[in-house]
T-cell receptor, first 113, second 111 residues
Framework: DGGITQSPKYLFRKEGQNVTLSCEQN?????MYWYRQDPGQGLRLIYY???????QKGDIAEGYSVSREKKESFPLTVTSAQKNPTAFYLC????????????FGPGTRLLVL | GQNIDQPTEMTATEGAIVQINCTYQ??????LFWYQQHAGEAPTFLSY????GLEEKGRFSSFLSRSKGYSYLLLKELQMKDSASYLC????????????FGAGTQVVVTP
């Protein structure tokens, strides 16, 4: 089955710790995205990548980093510089043309201890 | 950028019809999406409008008026499983594929 997988489902972060959220897709999509969702707010774009080895900052990139070494994978690192990381993180992908629909993974809920 | 407004919550009875409105302001419109999101789950794609008019997909329809910066999602013959948040998202012509999301409308279906 084709789709987008995210792991883990729940993740706990200690103060001062970096954590990495995994996102993998087997849809052969060129473009991948990371969003953050907070209660009562819309999804906000953190980073996006249109092609392997290239990525761009979204609206709230501070405190986050990404890499895109493989077409299938777009991991997100939440660094210690992100002071309010508790949120639901969603990864999405699309074929890469601007008209295309984005499809979402199941999400990772990050909690701070 | 865009401002996207949609109501916070709507309640309707099973079997009824509900219309969720979405208004937006954008410098260069390039498409509007509706997604459904159940609590704690990923958003799932419902519909896409880029031209004015009504798109119908079974029990769900979506309407767009570009001149008014307005869309609605119409849910007919409501079922309990339709209780979810409905997200309106707009694509700006100048921002390559990026979507700006509204805060979502929580629809509660009662027996």
């Amino acid at each position: 089955d084709g789709g987008i997988t995210q792991s883990p489902k729940y993740l706990f972060r200690k103060e001062g710790q970096n954590v990495t959220l995994s996102c993998e897709q087997n849809l052969n999509h060129d473009a991948m995205y990371w969003y953050r969702q907070d209660p009562g707010q819309g999804l906000r774009l953190i980073y996006y990548s249109q092609i392997v080895n290239d990525f761009q900052k979204g609206d709230i990139a501070e405190g986050y980093s990404v890499s895109r070494e493989k077409k299938e994978s777009f991991p997100l690192t939440v660094t210690s510089a992100q002071k309010n990381p508790t949120a639901f993180y969603l990864c999405a992908s699309s074929t890469g043309t601007p008209q295309e629909t984005q499809y979402f993974g199941p999400g990772t809920r990050l909690l701070v201890l | 950028g865009q401002n996207i407004d949609q109501p916070t919550e709507m309640t309707a009875t099973e079997g009824a019809i509900v219309q969720i409105n979405c208004t937006y302001q954008t410098s260069g419109f390039n498409g509007l999406f509706w997604y459904q999101q159940h609590a704690g789950e990923a958003p799932t794609f419902l519909s896409y409008n880029v031209l004015d008019g009504l798109e119908e997909k079974g029990r769900f329809s979506s309407f767009l008026s570009r001149s008014k910066g307005y869309s609605y999602l119409l849910l007919k013959e409501l079922q309990m499983k339709d209780s979810a948040s409905y997200l309106c998202a707009v694509r700006d012509r100048g921002s390559w594929g990026k979507l700006q999301f509204g805060a979502g409308t929580q629809v509660v279906v009662t027996p």
